[in-house]
T-cell receptor
Framework: GQQVMQIPQYQHVQEGEDFTTYCNSSTTLSNIQWYKQRPGGHPVFLIQ?????EVKKQKRLTFQFGEAKKNSSLHITATQTTDVGTYFC???????????FGSGTKLNVKP | EPEVTQTPSHQVTQMGQEVILRCVPI?????FYWYRQILGQKVEFLVSFYNNEISEKSEIFDDQFSVERPDGSNFTLKIRSTKLEDSAMYFC????????????FGSGTRLTVV
């Protein structure tokens, strides 16, 4: 079945260091979304990528969608303690009504 | 900012009992979803709902599960005979459309089956 793999599972960084999480799909995706879940909270939508090779930025966050639309990454520059949480990618196939979530990368930022 | 509201926030039930989880999606959204997250694990798709019918469901969403939009505002998930392994956080989500629309998730209902 469709799988979206995400690595690493955990990442501990010092405040100010960069962070990247990677997402890979076994099949070509139509689009991919990224969510952030704070401890004890619910997933919060960050962004959606649709086009092959697309790059989008939100302040210190940079999102990329691979050329083959099978992988994606989220990069955070100069992490802050407010970045703590679990980052999930969620990929959709041709049918936008179902997103397959990756297993998430739990980010811990030490002040 | 508009929110998806879920009630109750925590439900404890005995194995074999029926539970109904309630959600009020954002009012102008057209697509509704249920996801679940077992503690510490990934978010799993259960079902999507559009135009008063299920548009897609996962293998988790077996005959024990059903969804309903009884009155045009509430969106409910019913589990007929709960099992221990149904214990999880259940998230309702809604979106304005397909394609370029993110999901807005509710804060979830933590279901504990004992």
């Amino acid at each position: 079945g469709q799988q979206v793999m995400q690595i690493p599972q955990y990442q501990h960084v010092q405040e100010g260091e960069d962070f990247t999480t990677y997402c890979n799909s076994s099949t070509t995706l139509s689009n991919i979304q990224w969510y952030k879940q704070r401890p004890g909270g619910h997933p919060v939508f960050l962004i959606q990528l649709v086009k092959s090779g697309e790059v989008k930025k939100q302040k210190r966050l940079t999102f990329q969608f691979g050329e083959a639309k099978k992988n994606s990454s989220l990069h955070i520059t100069a992490t802050q303690t407010t970045d703590v949480g679990t980052y999930f990618c969620a990929g959709a196939l041709y049918n936008f009504n179902k997103f397959y979530f990756g297993s998430g990368t739990k980010l811990n930022v030490k002040p | 900012e508009p929110e998806v509201t879920q009630t109750p926030s925590h439900q404890v039930t005995q194995m074999g009992q029926e539970v109904i989880l309630r959600c009020v999606p954002i009012s102008n959204h057209l697509y509704f979803y249920w996801y679940r997250q077992i503690l510490g694990q990934k978010v799993e798709f259960l079902v999507s709902f559009y135009n008063n019918e299920i548009s897609e469901k996962s293998e988790i969403f077996d005959d024990q599960f059903s969804v309903e939009r009884p009155d045009g505002s509430n969106f409910t998930l019913k589990i007929r005979s709960t099992k221990l392994e149904d214990s999880a956080m259940y998230f309702c989500a809604s979106s304005a459309g397909r394609g370029n629309y993110g999901y807005t998730f509710g804060s979830g209902t933590r279901l504990t089956v004992v």
